[in-house]
């Protein structure tokens, strides 16, 4: 036997050993106890013993030749045999698309690197679900849809080659970086912003008509504009069983992975990296997803790290499949828009969530929950506990259901606060609703601000529960249009300003707040819809 088929043999074995069918279950049984909710026992996926290597259906991984074939003739293999393991060893493994099948664990070994290609055209446009609604995207690097028993494992590397596609503003990165990339080619728009190829300027252009839809254009019309449909990395739709575990994904063109109508998903020990200047560049969004385990994995990303969302709108209210049955457990957040997020799209509704013993640090929000008029959709009953922030660049907390209507909404609060005549929407079915949140044990150090919570005047945020933490921050504690907020022992220790700010705020309740003695006004209350409002206890903190 030569020696390259021996090292073969060996990390067959190997493979082979990581799943035995005598002990296929994988569940994280202390993750289950004292849960606030109902939720099913997850098992990670059984393969059979099968492996194909993609070495030995003709790919080369150095890095230069095309594998997409190669791929697929491994993938094409192990489905005839009823699935197994698609071994990719060590090397640089460049290829096209990637489209998985049912009972198929992709399995990267130690430093193993599958790099996509460059070559645009090697991506063609398909229909897709891309931020909560129906559209075109180019294929994704690595996708299946209505498959069971699906696994992404190893100590491998995934990099999308996310810099060919994203555009670039010239405020996210140093001179000496920018001035590299606009030296490779592509289209500068006013001096300050780059776009990869012509097409997508082409399509940027196109959108500055409000009416402008690209449902109207002919299939060569899109194929014009074609490399502005960004693909997200990851894609696995309508799937059954996933479960990744190990591997490194970075450097994605769009969001980096993105399950859609997926049920019963582990994720466990993965590193997602993308750059803090990625344009879309999310960590892991669940989209209308249901039984979720995701932990001890690292996000470092160029938008939301770990987020929850499930359509967009009516298209998202009449999928009426909202996300749930989630726990994120021991997670990791350096650079993102926010650590744990939901919304904006978030139509279908999110619910039963729990998000336990994680760290965010330099993120720009801490908790982000966000959402607007037209949205509709309920999130509720999310749990919250021992989460450590620490240089948070906005809100340790915000809640806010004016995301991406700025001063809509605020024109419209400032108006009704000086009795001008203004007819505020009705509550409907497009109305979004935050409920039903309970936050415990949180330490937040260093943030711009300890908290905001932004309701609407038709709907309040309503019954958050603060309880046991700790917030330093330059600002405090800002609270607007909410009802049913109580605070049970929470620190707020701001450098200026008050350190509780309540705007039209109902049936608030504060026990055991503490605050340093160096603020003039530390609780301020306003707004003539402001009422039941009870504070005691408070305590001057000790700073020394």
Same mark, same amino acid.
């Given at each position: 036997?030569?020696?390259?088929? !021996?090292?073969?043999?060996?990390?067959?074995?190997?493979?082979?050993?990581?799943?035995?069918?005598?002990?296929?279950?994988?569940?994280?049984?202390?993750?289950?106890?004292?849960?606030?909710?109902?939720?099913?026992?997850?098992?990670?996926?059984?393969?059979?013993?099968?492996?194909?290597?993609?070495?030995?259906?003709?790919?080369?991984?150095?890095?230069?030749?095309?594998?997409?074939?190669?791929?697929?003739?491994?993938?094409?293999?192990?489905?005839?045999?009823?699935?197994?393991?698609?071994?990719?060893?060590?090397?640089?493994?460049?290829?096209?698309?990637?489209?998985?099948?049912?009972?198929?664990?992709?399995?990267? &070994?130690?430093?193993?690197?599958?790099?996509?290609?460059?070559?645009?055209?090697?991506?063609?446009?398909?229909?897709?679900?891309?931020?909560?609604?129906?559209?075109?995207?180019?294929?994704?690097?690595?996708?299946?849809?209505?498959?069971?028993?699906?696994?992404?494992?190893?100590?491998?590397?995934?990099?999308?080659?996310?810099?060919?596609?994203?555009?670039?503003?010239?405020?996210?990165?140093?001179?000496?970086?920018?001035?590299?990339? +606009?030296?490779?080619?592509? #289209?500068?728009?006013?001096?300050?912003?780059?776009?990869?190829?012509?097409?997508?300027?082409?399509?940027?252009?196109?959108?500055?008509?409000?009416?402008?839809?690209?449902?109207?254009?002919?299939?060569?019309?899109?194929? &014009?504009?074609?490399?502005?449909?960004?693909?997200?990395?990851?894609?696995?739709?309508?799937?059954?069983?996933?479960?990744?575990?190990?591997?490194?994904?970075?450097?994605?063109?769009?969001?980096?992975?993105?399950?859609?109508?997926?049920?019963?998903?582990?994720?466990?020990?993965?590193?997602?990296?993308?750059?803090?200047?990625?344009?879309?560049?999310?960590?892991?969004?669940?989209?209308?997803?249901?039984?979720?385990?995701?932990?001890?994995?690292? +996000?470092?990303?160029?938008?939301?790290?770990?987020?929850?969302?499930?359509?967009?709108?009516?298209?998202?209210?009449?999928?009426?499949?909202?996300?749930?049955? #989630?726990?994120?457990?021991?997670?990791?957040?350096?650079?993102?828009?926010?650590?744990?997020? #939901?919304? !904006?799209?978030?139509?279908?509704?999110?619910?039963?969530?729990?998000?336990?013993?994680?760290?965010?640090?330099?993120?720009?929000?801490?908790?982000?929950?966000? &959402?607007?008029?037209?949205?509709?959709?309920?999130?509720?009953?999310?749990?919250?506990?021992?989460?450590?922030?620490?240089?948070?660049?906005?809100?340790?907390?915000?809640?806010?259901?004016?995301?991406?209507?700025?001063?809509?909404?605020?024109?419209?609060?400032?108006?009704?606060?000086?009795?001008?005549?203004?007819?505020?929407?009705?509550?409907?079915? !497009?109305?979004?609703?935050?409920?039903?949140?309970?936050?415990?044990?949180?330490?937040?150090?260093?943030?711009?601000?300890?908290?905001?919570?932004?309701?609407?005047?038709?709907?309040?945020?309503?019954?958050?529960?603060?309880?046991? !933490?700790?917030?330093?921050?330059?600002?405090?504690?800002? +609270? #607007?249009?909410?009802?049913?907020?109580?605070?049970?022992?929470?620190?707020?220790?701001?450098?200026?300003?008050?350190?509780?700010?309540?705007?039209?705020?109902?049936?608030?309740?504060?026990?055991?707040?503490?605050?340093?003695?160096?603020?003039?006004?530390?609780?301020?209350?306003?707004?003539?819809?402001?009422?039941?409002?009870?504070?005691?206890?408070?305590?001057?903190?000790?700073?020394?």
């Amino acid at each position: 036997m030569s020696n390259s088929k !021996s090292i073969l043999a060996i990390l067959i074995i190997t493979i082979v050993g990581t799943f035995p069918a005598q002990a296929n279950k994988y569940i994280y049984t202390d993750l289950y106890k004292n849960l606030p909710f109902p939720m099913q026992k997850l098992e990670k996926p059984n393969f059979p013993e099968n492996v194909v290597s993609v070495e030995e259906c003709g790919g080369i991984g150095n890095g230069m030749i095309l594998n997409t074939k190669a791929f697929e003739n491994a993938i094409n293999i192990l489905s005839e045999k009823g699935g197994g393991t698609l071994l990719v060893p060590f090397g640089v493994w460049l290829t096209g698309p990637i489209e998985l099948k049912s009972n198929i664990n992709l399995h990267l &070994s130690k430093g193993a690197i599958i790099l996509f290609t460059s070559d645009l055209n090697a991506y063609p446009l398909v229909k897709a679900v891309f931020e909560g609604q129906n559209t075109y995207r180019c294929q994704s690097p690595i996708s299946g849809k209505d498959l069971t028993n699906i696994a992404i494992t190893g100590e491998g590397t995934i990099n999308g080659n996310g810099q060919i596609w994203r555009p670039l503003k010239k405020i996210k990165v140093t001179e000496e970086y920018w001035n590299s990339v +606009i030296s490779t080619g592509g #289209v500068l728009v006013n001096k300050d912003y780059w776009l990869p190829t012509s097409k997508i300027k082409k399509a940027e252009d196109l959108m500055k008509n409000k009416d402008f839809s690209f449902n109207s254009l002919s299939s060569s019309q899109l194929d &014009s504009i074609k490399d502005y449909f960004r693909p997200v990395m990851i894609n696995f739709i309508s799937c059954k069983n996933v479960y990744l575990q190990g591997v490194l994904f970075e450097n994605s063109p769009n969001w980096n992975i993105h399950p859609l109508l997926c049920e019963n998903l582990l994720i466990d020990n993965i590193t997602i990296k993308n750059p803090s200047y990625a344009q879309n560049g999310d960590g892991i969004d669940f989209e209308s997803c249901k039984n979720v385990i995701m932990v001890n994995s690292t +996000i470092d990303a160029g938008d939301d790290a770990i987020c929850l969302k499930s359509g967009k709108d009516e298209e998202g209210r009449l999928r009426a499949k909202p996300t749930e049955n #989630v726990i994120v457990d021991n997670c990791k957040v350096f650079k993102g828009h926010g650590g744990f997020v #939901v919304g !904006s799209e978030m139509s279908g509704g999110v619910r039963n969530v729990l998000v336990s013993n994680c760290s965010f640090m330099g993120t720009n929000a801490g908790l982000r929950f966000k &959402s607007g008029r037209g949205r509709g959709g309920i999130v509720e009953n999310i749990y919250v506990r021992n989460i450590s922030m620490f240089d948070i660049v906005f809100d340790s907390f915000v809640f806010d259901l004016y995301y991406g209507a700025k001063n809509e909404t605020e024109s419209a609060v400032d108006s009704t606060r000086q009795n001008l005549e203004l007819k505020l929407p009705q509550f409907s079915s !497009s109305t979004p609703v935050f409920r039903n949140i309970f936050i415990e044990n949180v330490i937040s150090r260093n943030a711009n601000r300890a908290m905001y919570f932004n309701g609407l005047p038709e709907m309040n945020i309503m019954n958050v529960q603060i309880k046991n !933490s700790k917030i330093s921050s330059r600002l405090g504690a800002e +609270i #607007v249009e909410s009802d049913g907020v109580i605070f049970d022992n929470v620190e707020i220790i701001p450098k200026e300003g008050a350190a509780l700010i309540l705007d039209d705020v109902k049936n608030f309740k504060m026990e055991g707040t503490i605050y340093p003695g160096y603020l003039k006004n530390p609780i301020e209350v306003k707004g003539k819809n402001s009422r039941n409002i009870k504070i005691s206890e408070n305590k001057i903190a000790n700073l020394n």
